[in-house]
């Protein structure tokens, strides 16, 4: 079937790029296809570090033949307007209209019939239109050209049905395989003239390849050295990579977004294995492998212990007659530098104690209206201590050091140089002065979590300084008013919050939330000597609550249920909470549960109604000598008798027990409302029944808002 085959050739793609750029092609070129009315059977684009390119198939020779009906003026209008109805239908007389009587007169219509056009021609102007239009993140101009693009663009290959497309692309700057125009040669406006031609690898094939269509263009490509699918070339990379490990018997420490990056460095993929000084073991595994990776894209392996082995792999864009021996050795060169800087800062950081690295916080800013890390350190400490009594095993002395020391590695050349490795190298330094274990582990941990995937600390001392430190953020940006915004959050407190809700759920910490965050107001305002602006607790819980709410939505809980809970207020303990959220989530799913929150909206929606009628307000309990039908009396005995049931089983927190306590008014409610009137005659008796129904409300509320609760 016809098929579009085009090509945009072009300087090294970024990477991180590549995945977006082959999208935002598919997406414009389809576009356009659907508004000219050309129809296709599949599409699928691709990328290289040096092309980007798109295969549409099942496309038709033309566009359909259209027929559009045009309403002109009645029969009998003036000549001016019947000369402007037929010019704009681009029709000569009348006789080419109809008359028709449209039961509000007899009009004028025209019928006009638009032949389609040849898709070449159409598609011509699509891929035009494409190149101007497209979205890179970022951006360049070169030579003389107005075209801007994300490296200077070298080559269009267009082609449809087997035959190349002919169009004129102003200003830009290309060279295509008949004609290269470089330096002065240049000119502000160019026709690019496709043959059906593209080329292989920069190196390995750069002549000219011509091809017929995309299976053509694929297979060539291949041979060419040029492995056009992103998929493909990830594949073997793995492939290679755990074939070489195995050989050395080694294992490829895992690490996909490595392995994605550098998918995209290269078009024909030839992985080598490198070897590792071993003046250089002795510095901690992960300044390795952070080097390498960092600065280099070189995969790190194991050996069978699961210790780093001195072997790495690089992933070469090359084949050489020497096997890669020469790549090789001039990348082990490369990393001994590179590691010969990592074992300096090792090295020298370690003949300077942490305690000693601490007065060197007071030059670091944390925020201009928070004051220095040093600042945050002394407000960690005294937080973290508040928290020990919530946290079994938890030691105020270790919680204190810890909190101490957690941020001193800051000052380290080796967090200069790589300051992913924050927290980890404090601990290396810590254990290198015989710290103590704990508190080693709480200066690595205290970031922790840094998202939904990373592991949540257990370890006493390092939930105490973890949450410490995010309960010191939160509270400090809140208070002068720098909170989330939209999709903005520059301070990532969105995280820091999730973090926060995962030490306490994780760990099932009771912690008394709002208490924790005044405490940590008061320690930011006491600082600055009460001349900072105040956090304000409830606001912060409920952001705390919609965080909740996200982490919750993930796992499958009603977000509904959440804000049905807190809505009652008062309720900052987490695990009590959701201990809540989930019997109400079992509740709700029984057919007592359902019944009851039916009964629940009806009553509500009852005595809202009649309220605002009445223009007053029907609260406390009814009055036992107006209770007339047996249902009545029926339905106050189980409130009374079962409100007790629920305060009983809240006040213990056994809230499956207070549920199965508010299951037993179903029948009473339901047959209150099946033989009882609320709206009678008599004045009295209508309104003992509204504080009746208003008293089902009123004992449900104890458990939760059951007005927020949907369905």
């Known amino acids: 079937m016809p098929e579009l085959l085009l090509e945009l050739l072009s300087e090294e793609i970024p990477a991180r790029m590549q995945g977006r750029a082959a999208g935002d092609l598919k997406r414009l070129v389809t576009e356009k296809l659907k508004e000219a009315g050309l129809e296709f059977t599949s599409t699928a684009a691709y990328a290289t570090p040096r092309r980007l390119t798109l295969v549409v198939d099942g496309l038709p020779l033309a566009q359909p033949d259209v027929t559009e009906e045009k309403r002109g003026p009645r029969v009998g209008a003036p000549d001016q307007a019947i000369q402007g109805f037929l010019k704009g239908a681009g029709l000569m007389s009348l006789d080419q209209c109809e008359k028709r009587d449209t039961g509000k007169g007899e009009f004028w219509f025209a019928v006009v019939s638009k032949q389609g056009r040849r898709t070449t021609e159409v598609l011509e102007g699509i891929v035009e239109k494409t190149i101007w239009e497209f979205p890179w993140p970022k951006t360049m101009r070169w030579a003389y050209n107005d075209l801007r693009w994300v490296r200077p663009l070298q080559a269009l290959l267009a082609m449809f049905h087997g035959e190349p497309l002919r169009s004129s692309f102003q200003t830009i700057y290309a060279s295509n395989p008949n004609r290269k125009l470089f330096g002065a040669e240049s000119i502000r406006s160019i026709t690019v003239e496709p043959v059906g031609t593209t080329r292989g690898h920069r190196f390995l094939a750069p002549q000219e390849i011509k091809v017929a269509n995309f299976l053509d263009y694929k297979t060539k490509l291949h041979q060419a050295h040029v492995t056009l699918d992103p998929a493909e070339r990830r594949v073997a990379i793995k492939e290679q990579a755990e074939r070489l490990a195995k050989a050395e018997g080694l294992s490829v420490k895992p690490d996909e977004a490595l392995l994605d990056e550098v998918t995209g460095l290269v078009e024909w993929p030839v992985v080598l294995m490198g070897r590792i000084d071993q003046a250089f073991m002795d510095i901690p595994p992960e300044v390795l492998t952070t080097s390498m990776r960092t600065n280099q894209k070189y995969f790190s392996l194991l050996d069978q212990d699961g210790k780093l082995a001195p072997r790495f792999l690089v992933v070469a864009n090359m084949e050489t007659a020497d096997k890669g021996r020469a790549i090789v050795a001039g ?95 404090g601990r290396y330094y810590a254990l290198h002065e015989d710290e103590k274990v704990a508190v080693a582990n709480a200066i690595a941990e205290h970031y922790a979590p840094l998202g939904p995937n990373d592991r949540c600390p257990n370890a006493p001392m390092s939930v105490a300084v973890a949450l410490a430190d995010k309960i010191d953020s939160l509270v400090g940006f809140f208070a002068i008013d720098e909170k ?96 809540r959220v989930d019997a109400l989530k079992l509740f709700l799913e029984s057919e007592d549960g359902a019944n009851l929150l039916t009964a629940y909206k009806r009553a509500s929606n009852i005595v809202r109604i009649e309220e605002k009628k009445d223009g007053r307000v029907y609260n406390g309990a009814a ?79 104890r458990v939760a808002d059951f007005s927020q609760i949907e369905g």
């Open 623 to 701: 009055e036992m000598t107006l209770l007339r039908e047996p249902e009545e009396q029926a339905l106050v005995a189980a409130l009374t008798a079962n409100s007790t049931a629920i305060a009983a089983s809240l006040r213990e927190e056994n809230f499956a027990a207070a549920m199965t306590a508010m299951a037993r008014l179903r029948n009473p409610v339901d047959a209150f409302f099946d033989k009882v009137t609320v709206n009678c005659e008599e004045a009295e008796l209508r309104a003992n029944r509204l504080r009746l129904l208003s008293q089902i409300r009123a004992t449900l509320g």
């Open 331 to 425: 990348n082990e060169r490369v990393l001994r530098a590179r590691l010969s800087d990592a074992k300096f800062f090792w090295d020298q950081d370690r003949k300077v104690k942490l305690e000693e690295r601490v007065p060197a916080l007071r030059d670091i800013i944390f925020h201009a209206k928070l004051g220095t890390i040093a600042d945050k350190v002394s407000r960690m400490q005294t937080l973290a201590a508040e928290l020990v009594p919530y946290i079994s095993g938890a030691d105020v002395d270790q919680v204190r050091s810890a909190a101490l020391l957690a941020k001193a590695d800051l000052t380290s050349g080796m967090v200069g140089e790589f300051p992913e490795l924050q927290g980890l190298m």
């Open 484 to 579: 989330p915004t939209g999709s903005k959050d520059p301070f990532a407190l969105r995280r820091a919050a999730l973090g926060v809700i995962r030490l306490i759920v994780e760990n099932r910490l009771r912690i008394p939330l709002q208490q924790v965050i005044r405490k940590a107001d008061f320690l930011l305002a006491e600082q600055a000597g009460g001349m900072t602006a105040r956090a304000r607790p409830q606001e912060l819980l409920d952001f705390f609550a919609d965080r909740l709410k996200v982490a919750l939505r993930e796992k499958g809980v009603r977000h509904d249920l959440i804000s049905a809970v807190f809505a009652l207020g008062g309720e900052d303990d987490l695990v009590r909470l959701l201990a």
